[in-house]
């Protein structure tokens, strides 16, 4: 299937990534203007800062001349979280402000040229450990950010604009490693993957989804 990335404009903030140089490289693939941006990218932006993220996106727009998605996929990876401070109320918070906050203040600019446009594809990368009580810094973040989510979605429904996040479960980026589907494992091109169809032109009624690669919460009945 086409998705229609062809002549797209693409932000990847946290596009130096494992999940986002490999969505910077889909997308490419797909004939859509990918532009990686992190602290050590040549578009340099720092999501924790706003002024960073508003001179980065018109910067894009200036170069390109439109934004049709943003990707955020630059917090750091739950591994980087520690188990020691994992209920410590300093360490939640600056777990929810690393992510869901981050995530926000990007969109938040974004969706200023895209109502502008009339239409754009917002995509916030999140995580299992959302349904998960292992760690509370962890479950935070990633809880804090789906809500995020789905109130810009539906803030902006009718408006040509999604916004959606992907879900996965533990991420294998080696290209030969086992892959344990059992476990709920996923692979980093499988995310690249979904978070290219969100940004489709084609997914103009899927907005406020959050969307699991990976076997979704094994062995949790969800409401």
Do not use: C, W
Not at 9 to 37: C, F, H, M, P, Q
Not at 90 to 102: F, P, S
């Amino acid at each position: 299937m086409d998705l229609k990335l062809g002549g797209q404009v693409i932000l990847v903030v946290g596009g130096a990534g494992t999940i986002g140089s490999e969505v910077v490289k889909l997308l490419t693939e797909e004939g859509a203007t990918a532009v990686a941006a992190s602290r050590s990218t040549p578009l340099s932006i720092d999501a924790s800062d706003e002024a960073s993220v508003r001179a980065g996106i018109d910067q894009v727009i200036a170069e390109h001349g439109r934004l049709d998605g943003l990707v955020v996929s630059s917090a750091p990876a739950a591994q980087t979280l520690s188990a020691e401070t994992a209920d410590d109320p300093d360490t939640v918070l600056a777990a929810i402000e690393g992510k869901a906050i981050t995530f926000m203040k990007a969109a938040t600019v974004a969706l200023e040229k895209m109502r502008e446009a009339g239409h754009g594809r917002i995509v916030a990368l999140s995580g299992m450990n959302s349904y998960k009580t292992l760690s509370t810094a962890a479950s935070a973040r990633n809880a804090a950010l789906n809500v995020v989510v789905k109130n810009l979605a539906d803030r902006h429904a009718g408006t040509g604009i999604t916004v959606n996040a992907i879900s996965p479960g533990f991420v294998v980026a080696e290209p030969d490693a086992e892959v344990n589907r059992a476990n709920g494992d996923t692979t980093v091109g499988e995310v690249a993957q979904a978070i290219a169809f969100l940004l489709s032109p084609r997914t103009a009624s899927i907005s406020g989804e959050i969307i699991s690669v990976g076997h979704k919460a094994k062995g949790v009945i969800l409401p």
